[in-house]
């Protein structure tokens, strides 16, 4: 990604060779473009560092699960019921939304891990292959934002992702791709933060990784994996969390792990068949 995503005034979804920056709700330039960073593939001794470090972050994770199963099955039989060494971003249990309005999860409760419930499903949004299709972009960000800026915002989109631009990233018009290709733009949160919190506002920090680009025969997009953090302020308005202006950047990254590379088609077909899924926090 470019040198300034620390400040940038926007969002991005990958399509390989470049990312789509969105407008930020409080403003955003004409830079729409960065660049991706590409693994770092060095032959056999690369390799054999990749699988080490695999292996042993492999190991960590399994002594951190047993570890926590201890703790669990030790506080079960008294206490307060509290998990022990549950961390900030463990998952509370409880039910993020009981339904969607198109198609997005709304009706968020009102405290704080609704707002971080909120956010992760509206990063999900903001960074998808709809989010490029000029009538799902409408409901999307009518849904999505605050009132007041629905209408600003709605011109900035359509600025940004103009016939142009979907001609630059290989997509019609209306953001669909070529006949035989598939455009993926798949965002995973992996974990939230909430930097600030009152009854009316919550500013939280989504940390998430995704898979952007395009798969089929003769891209010149192809689907890439990357990582990136999106800080959401949110407003309490007409009875659920809405998005008043957002900002990313890149990170955290963990190191490339050494995966057989899939095939276009494998891609393909996996974003036809896996659904996604409502967060919670």
Not at 40 to 59: A, E, F, I, K, W
Not at 105 to 119: I, L, V
Not at 141 to 146: C, D, G, N, P, T
Not at 234 to 247: G, H, P, T
């Amino acid at each position: 990604m470019s040198p300034d995503n620390e400040r940038n005034d926007g969002l991005f979804g990958g399509s390989g060779e470049t990312r789509t920056r969105l407008p930020e709700g409080e403003g955003g330039g004409d830079d729409v473009y960065g660049g991706v960073r590409r693994p770092n593939r060095g032959g056999r001794s690369s390799s054999r560092s990749l699988v080490t470090v695999v292996g042993v972050v492999v190991l960590l994770i399994a002594a951190i699960a047993f570890a926590n199963r201890g703790g669990d099955e030790s506080s079960s039989g008294g206490g307060d019921g509290k998990k022990s060494g549950a961390g900030p971003t463990a998952p509370s249990g409880e039910k993020p939304v009981g339904g969607k309005n198109a198609g997005i999860p709304s009706g968020f409760a009102h405290d704080e891990q609704g707002a971080q419930s909120a956010a992760s499903n509206y990063a999900v949004s903001l960074v998808s292959a709809d989010i490029l299709k000029p009538d799902r972009r409408t409901d999307i960000v009518r849904q999505l934002f605050v009132a007041d800026k629905v209408s600003e915002l709605e011109g900035k989109f359509d600025k940004t992702y103009s016939k142009e631009f979907l001609d630059k990233i290989g997509l019609d018009e209306k953001g669909n791709a070529a006949a035989g290709q598939t455009y993926v733009s798949r965002t995973v949160p992996v974990g939230t933060k909430t930097t600030s919190y009152s009854d009316s506002t919550a500013t939280v920090e989504v940390w998430c990784t995704g898979a952007f680009g395009t798969a089929g025969q003769d891209t010149t997009n192809p689907v890439s994996n990357d990582w990136f953090t999106l800080t959401l302020k949110l407003r309490w308005a007409d009875d659920d969390w809405k998005v008043e202006s957002f900002r990313s950047k890149d990170g955290p990254a963990p190191v490339n792990g050494d995966n057989k590379v899939s095939t276009a088609d494998e891609i393909a077909k996996a974003v036809e068949e896996y659904g996604g899924f409502t967060y919670a926090r």
